[in-house]
């Protein structure tokens, strides 16, 4: 057997070349006949004039330059380092002997692209298979490992032909690499070569990018509200892996879709290389659970050191805004847009919310008939995204609204904050009245949270639809026991103002130096200090009765703080919320019950009855009644305005939303199953809510110490099953259905919905226009004072009066003795009340007319809303 190069020499004793097809081809070498191993000695170039045999002889070198070897008359570039790992998965560049006809050396320049992208393929499989780099990237060794297979097949045929065909040339050898492997070889090579420069890239400026990286992810959040928390980790890949890898892939394609064989084989090779990745997707997506133990998928799971585990319990709402992190680095096409990301972010979140909760390690319980991503490329990717979403929120708002009972908390936080039944906080008001009309710096606070715990025990209402769903501890324990009632250094209008004067900010200037984070994100911290008792604390500053700011009313807090999963819904920040509208509702009941007592000192009172006053001092007294009657009227027209035409009305809308959640909830089934056998009672009783799955930190109810409803999760896991199915009937849920249940059957649609209800009542309620809250305030202040004077003027109005005097100048000697009862005192005493209540009337005038106007300009230009309010004070006070 002779090869072509030998046929060619004549008499010389022939060397057989042959490369042979072994696993590895490093291990290929040169096989004499013989079975002797010799080097053989090339002939020079200059001393063959023969075309044929040149050409035989390059041939015999390319077929070992194609898997990376030198030749004869091909070797490495000096350039070549292969001690250098960006050298070696470049690949070698190769040089030909200078002496080889032009026509031969054009055509074997063009081959030899193909060794050196075999060579760095070789190279990157042995580099870059290795746990670090992830399961992508393992996958794609994988596959460059059985295409490299796949090219020493075709070099091996190639040899044969070379051997065997005295017709084979260099022209053949190109058109059959061009045929077989140039478009396959040359993608993976630029793709491989593009992981491995990013992955060089992020181990050289690993620290210098990490905060470059912050600052661009929350520049991004504060141009996208609401996703702060989303992007506050990026979770930045130290090396391209996972989503970079895909991503990669995905540009290249974008890149070659007019080219269809190219977008034909990058096609497949990026759904083989993301079956991991869809595996890791299909869990998160049905389980709630990261299967990723080389950290490249999407979604991130921090650890929370063992130290800090019960500090985070305690703010479970904190943690689970912590606890999973969308990587923002890597993200891929299809899931780009943040309305995709949340959704891939909660649905996990949700179900790790639900197994918590109810103490479920897996959901294999509930018997669905689940949809599986195949391909993260196929079409409806979205679709079965958004019914894994679904899923999770009808699990999760079944758990909130028939476990947590959530129609009723928020009936509960309404009469609470918002004073649906006033009743005890009328009564609260009327014990501590002495208290909250003092200095804030003065006052016994542990009275007053006496006071407001006695009067709480009857606050709370408790509505349940469904009767068999009661338990031991409901939401009025909950909400009782979680109540803190104190007294702020901080009044409600500084409160106010805070909130108003928050600017706007430019994302792109504000980290340029000219603005300090810190101080920014500790701004709203500030005035949130509460004050002690006065024996306890510093003396009171310029303490003035006539303003409303220095009363310990204004001052007053309440706050609520609701355990896991709750609080995850009413977020501290909607919580704010219920606390600034019950600061101004309780500052309006207060100056109302002053009102109250006022009117009963005015009227009621020996004093202010004597038959037998002077005209002009009846007279007086009749306009000082009609001045006082104005202001309850201005107050009961504000108060009204509240409660029905802001908190009413926005309310209702609300809890019909709520009601009709709730029904829909009810008359669903838990599970999400298609053309599933109905689960029984008898066999749907092991599992679930027994704290014997695998579940973290599950007790024997189901619930571990994120929860406080000790006997809720058993209630919620019978009903589980009760919903699951019922008599001689199958229940089955479409994606369809869920899809149409999508929009109600939501939690942040509910979130959005509560917010929506809490935001209108901050907007209406004159809080959020200066120039609104300081009218206003200037009204409540008159009123106090007005309320003061009156009560003060008593002894001034016996002092007007001879038979009063006497009277009482018998009664309480020492208060009177040395008081003068001439005509001149007494006039100057009724000069004084007279002017007094002509000051009054002027500024009350004033004032009202003022905050009319200022309503109306804001309501005609900014809030319908408050048209109402100025229509009603308009016809309350025509004269204004």
């Keep these: 057997m002779t090869s072509f190069l030998s046929s060619q020499i004549g008499d010389l004793e022939p060397d057989i070349v042959s490369l042979l097809e072994v696993s590895k081809l490093v291990e290929s070498c040169v096989h004499r006949s013989s079975g002797r191993t010799t080097r053989i000695r090339p002939q020079l170039l200059k001393d063959i004039e023969d075309l044929t045999i040149q050409q035989g002889l390059i041939i015999k070198d390319l077929l070992f330059v194609l898997l990376g070897y030198e030749g004869c008359y091909i070797r490495y570039s000096d350039k070549y380092n292969p001690s250098n790992s960006d050298s070696r998965i470049a690949g070698p560049d190769f040089k030909i002997a200078k002496h080889l006809d032009i026509s031969l050396k054009s055509l074997s320049r063009r081959l030899l692209k193909y060794g050196k992208y075999y060579s760095g393929l070789t190279e990157f499989v042995q580099i870059y298979d290795k746990p670090r780099y992830g399961r992508v990237v393992q996958r794609l060794c994988y596959c460059v490992t059985q295409f490299l297979n796949y090219y020493q097949k075709v070099i091996l045929e190639l040899e044969n032909e070379f051997k065997y065909n005295a017709n084979f040339n260099l022209n053949l050898l190109e058109t059959h690499m061009n045929q077989q492997v140039t478009i396959k070889l040359s993608h993976l090579y630029d793709i491989v070569n593009s992981i491995h ?30 996703i702060i928390e989303t992007y506050s980790n990026s979770g930045r890949f130290d090396v391209c892996k996972g989503g970079l890898v895909l991503k990669v892939l995905q540009d290249r394609i974008n890149v070659y879709k007019g080219d269809f064989d190219s977008l034909d084989y990058l096609t497949e090779l990026f759904d083989s290389i993301s079956e991991d990745y ?16 080389f950290d ?4 991130r799971e921090k650890p929370v050191p063992e130290s800090l585990v ?19 680095d890597g993200t891929i096409q299809q899931f780009n847009g943040v309305d995709m990301q949340l959704k891939l972010l909660n649905t996990g979140k949700y179900l790790n919310i639900f197994k918590l909760c109810t103490g479920l390690s897996n959901f294999q319980s509930l018997n669905e008939t689940l949809p599986t991503i195949t391909k993260i490329n196929s079409v409806d990717l979205e679709l079965k995204i958004n019914y894994f979403y679904n899923r999770a929120n009808k699990l999760l708002m079944k758990l909130l609204f028939e476990g947590f009972y959530f129609q009723s908390l928020v009936h509960n936080l309404q009469s609470i904050f918002l004073f649906e039944n006033s009743y005890n906080i009328d009564r609260f008001i009327d014990k501590s009245f002495n208290e909250l009309k003092r200095d804030r710096y003065s006052i016994s606070l542990s009275r007053i949270q006496k006071n407001y715990s006695e009067t709480n025990n009857s606050i709370c209402k408790f ?17 009782r026991q979680n109540q803190k009632l104190t007294v702020s250094s901080s009044n409600f209008y500084e409160v106010a103002k805070e909130i108003m004067n928050v600017q706007a900010f430019d994302a792109d200037t504000v980290f340029q130096g000219d603005s300090d984070l810190q101080q920014i994100l500790a701004r709203s911290l500030e005035n949130r200090r509460p004050v002690q008792s006065a024996d306890s604390n510093r003396e009171s500053i310029g303490y003035d009765l006539n303003h409303s700011d220095l009363y310990t009313i204004s001052s007053i807090d309440l706050m609520v703080t609701l355990p896991f999963p709750l609080n995850l819904i009413i977020s501290r920040e909607l919580a704010y919320h219920y606390e600034l509208m019950f600061k101004l509702q309780i500052i309006i009941k207060f100056i109302s019950k002053y009102n109250d007592l006022t009117w009963r000192e005015i009227t009621s009172t020996t004093v202010w009855q004597f038959p037998r006053f002077q005209p002009h001092i009846n007279k007086w007294i009749l306009r000082s009644r009609m001045l006082h009657t104005r202001m309850r009227d201005l107050i009961n027209e504000i108060h009204t305005y509240l409660n029905y035409d802001v908190i009413g009305t926005g309310f209702k809308k609300f809890s019909d939303v709520l009601a009709a959640t709730q029904e829909s909830l009810l008359n669903s089934e838990l599970g999400s199953t298609d053309d599933s056998p109905s689960v029984t009672g008898s066999n749907a009783g092991t599992g679930i809510g027994t704290g014997t799955g695998t579940g973290t930190g599950t007790n024997g109810t189901g619930f571990n110490s994120f929860g406080r409803f000790n006997n809720t999760n058993d209630i ?43 935001n209108g009542l901050i907007n209406d309620s004159l809080i959020t226009k200066p120039e609104l809250l300081n009218r206003l305030k200037s009204l409540f202040d008159l009123i106090i004072s007005y309320d003061h004077f009156l009560t003060r003027l008593k002894t001034t109005i016996i002092l007007c009066n001879e038979e009063l005097f006497s009277r009482y100048s018998r009664e309480y000697p020492d208060k009177f003795n040395d008081k003068l009862m001439d005509t001149e005192s007494v006039n100057g005493r009724f000069s004084y009340m007279n002017n007094q209540l002509k000051e009054y009337f002027e500024a009350f005038g004033d004032y009202l007319t003022d905050f009319i106007v200022a309503l109306r300009e804001y309501g005609e230009s900014e809030n319908k809303s408050i048209l109402i309010l100025t229509e009603k004070l308009e016809a309350c006070f025509p004269e204004t």
């Design 310 to 328: 019960e500090l985070f319990n305690e703010k479970s709402e904190h943690f689970w805004n912590e606890l999973f992190i969308l990587r923002s």
């Design 278 to 293: 869809v595996t890791m997707l299909n869990k998160w997506l049905s389980e709630g659970v990261i299967d990723d133990p």
């Design 296 to 299: 490249e998928f999407l979604i």
């Design 716 to 758: 919620f896991t019978s009903k589980i099953f009760n919903s699951q199915t019922q008599k001689g009937r199958t229940t089955s849920t479409s994606v369809k259905q869920l899809q149409q249940q999508g929009n109600l059957i939501n939690v942040s649609n509910l979130k959005s919905k509560l917010s929506e209800y809490l």
């Design 463 to 479: 509505e349940i639809v469904d009767e068999n769903l009661k338990t031991e501890t409901s939401i009025i324990d909950i909400l």
């Design 197 to 226: 420069d990013i992955s060089q890239h992020r181990l050289s400026h690993i620290h210098d990018n990490n905060f470059d990286d912050f600052l661009s992810n929350v520049k991004r959040s504060l141009h996208e509200p609401g």
